[in-house]
């Protein structure tokens, strides 16, 4: 019986850490996030983020969902591991955060979406224009380039953001069941809020649990993308797509993205949720990332999505069908960078400075 026991015991018990080592939701006493009243001894406690001086400051103003700060409160500060892992994922800081060329390298302090701080200190082109960290683009307005006026400016989730249910107009609201039931360790199949990637309602993809904090070609988010076959194909699991709701031109329509037959022809826009392998033994294209046409080496400074849906990491390219599809992420961060256009790498600055990016997949034209 002993014996038995023991053996029960050594074969349930990693059973029972499992989820504890590898859930992705939030954790930590309630108050640490939510007040109940917004009041401590007559006192407000929630805490908006000042700008300016990059201080919280009391807000007697309740949250929704009795939280003790926003979007911006949350999200904003330093990344840094701990356990190997991203506590909570920072998108804004105040001060310099570390990007280097690419925002993949062994120093580097940025997210997957890069960071708001660019846009954040007057750089206009560099970023996102989001509510809360700085006022409206000089430039766009609140007009996405390639889509219709959003009429007020951008939010983080909402009616007018890029996260949550975009049919409802409070961001809370719209992000309503996502963070309390985040599970990073299977594929997000669009189904609810809380099973999008990164809780952009109805994107597919596998998270990095470090949110692509100093990626790898096998540490880094699995996008999803389709190989179309028309330029009206509009698939909203994929990451394109996202980008799509607002700058639609870019991505889908008739007469928007081919000249001809879509992927036969020449382009009047950038392909994206277009398949590179397809052309991958006789173009340029086979040399992906350094390689053969045969399991490139994946490429964290130009990233391509897949077709694939399971939890594994796709950490080379030319290995299934359908995994070396462009997309809008290949060449730009969804937050901001220190480049204009949002791009990964300083792509204005080439040759002589900046870094060109485009070399990955355009191996000849370097
Ligand atoms: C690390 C921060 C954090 C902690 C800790 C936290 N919450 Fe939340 N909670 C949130 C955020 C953010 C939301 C709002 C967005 C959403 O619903 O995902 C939320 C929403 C909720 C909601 C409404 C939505 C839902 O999922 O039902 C309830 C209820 C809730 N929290 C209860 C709790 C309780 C009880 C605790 C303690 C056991 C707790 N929370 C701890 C961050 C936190
Ligand atoms: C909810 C609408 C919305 C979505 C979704 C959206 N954008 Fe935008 N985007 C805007 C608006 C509005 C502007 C113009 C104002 C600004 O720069 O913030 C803009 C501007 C841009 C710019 C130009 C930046 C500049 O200042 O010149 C780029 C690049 C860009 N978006 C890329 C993307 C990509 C890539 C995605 C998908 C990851 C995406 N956008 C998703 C609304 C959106
Ligand atoms: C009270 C603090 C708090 C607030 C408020 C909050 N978040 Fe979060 N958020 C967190 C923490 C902690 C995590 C990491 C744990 C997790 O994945 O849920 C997180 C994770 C996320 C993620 C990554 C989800 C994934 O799938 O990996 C996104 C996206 C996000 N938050 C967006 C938002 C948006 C948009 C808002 C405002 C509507 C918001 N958050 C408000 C604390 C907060
Ligand atoms: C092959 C790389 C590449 C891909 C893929 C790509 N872009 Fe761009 N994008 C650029 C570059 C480079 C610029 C800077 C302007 C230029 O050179 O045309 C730019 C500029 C933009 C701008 C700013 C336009 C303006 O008027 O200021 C927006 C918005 C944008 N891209 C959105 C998107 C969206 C949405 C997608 C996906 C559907 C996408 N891009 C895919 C490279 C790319
Ligand atoms: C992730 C891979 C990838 C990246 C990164 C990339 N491209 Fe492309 N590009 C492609 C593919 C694939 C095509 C379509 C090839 C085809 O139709 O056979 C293409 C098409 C083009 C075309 C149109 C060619 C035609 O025949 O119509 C131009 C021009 C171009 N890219 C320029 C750029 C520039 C400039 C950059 C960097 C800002 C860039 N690309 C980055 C993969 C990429």
Not at 246 to 253: I, K, N, T, V
């Amino acid at each position: 019986m002993k014996t038995t026991k023991g053996v029960k015991v050594l074969v349930t018990l990693p059973l029972l850490l499992f989820p504890l080592v590898c859930d992705a939701k939030v954790t930590g006493q309630c108050g640490n996030c939510h007040t109940m009243h917004n009041s401590q001894g007559g006192a407000a406690v929630a805490r908006v983020l000042d700008m300016v001086d990059g201080s919280m400051d009391l807000s007697s103003t309740p949250n929704e969902a009795l939280l003790n700060t926003d979007c911006i409160g949350c999200h904003q500060g330093s990344n840094s591991l701990v356990n190997d892992r991203i506590v909570t994922p920072y998108v804004l800081r105040t001060s310099p955060p570390t990007y280097d060329s690419t925002g993949t390298e062994g120093t580097t302090t940025t997210l997957a979406g890069g960071n708001f701080y660019w846009v954040s200190s007057g750089q206009e082109a560099t970023g996102h224009n989001v509510k809360g960290i700085t006022s409206p683009d000089v430039r766009h307005g609140n007009l996405p380039p390639g889509g219709a006026d959003l009429t007020t400016q951008l939010t983080c989730a909402g009616t007018y953001g890029c996260h949550g249910d975009r049919t409802v107009s409070s961001q809370i609201q719209a992000m309503r069941r996502s963070h309390h039931a985040n599970d990073m360790d299977s594929w997000k199949d669009g189904s609810t809020l809380a099973k999008s990637y990164r809780f952009l309602y109805s994107v597919q993809g596998l998270e990095d649990k470090k949110y692509e904090f100093q990626p790898a070609s096998n540490q880094h988010n699995k996008y999803y993308g389709i190989d179309r076959t028309l330029e009206t194909q509009n698939d909203v699991s994929t990451i394109s797509s996202l980008c799509g709701k607002c700058h639609g031109d870019f991505h889908q329509g008739s007469g928007k993205i081919a000249a001809g037959t879509f992927g036969s022809g020449v382009w009047l826009r950038h392909p994206t949720d277009f398949d590179m392998g397809r052309a991958a033994t006789t173009t340029e294209y086979a040399a992906y990332n350094g390689g053969s046409g045969a399991n490139n080496v994946y490429s964290v400074i130009s990233p391509v999505a897949t077709a694939s849906k399971t939890a594994a990491i796709n950490s080379t390219v030319y290995t299934t069908a359908d995994d070396a599809i462009v997309m809008c992420l290949s060449c730009h961060r969804a937050h901001g960078t220190p480049y204009p256009a949002i791009l990964r790498w300083d792509y204005k600055s080439w040759p002589g400075a900046g870094y060109n990016g485009c070399a990955v997949c355009h191996t000849t034209k370097d």
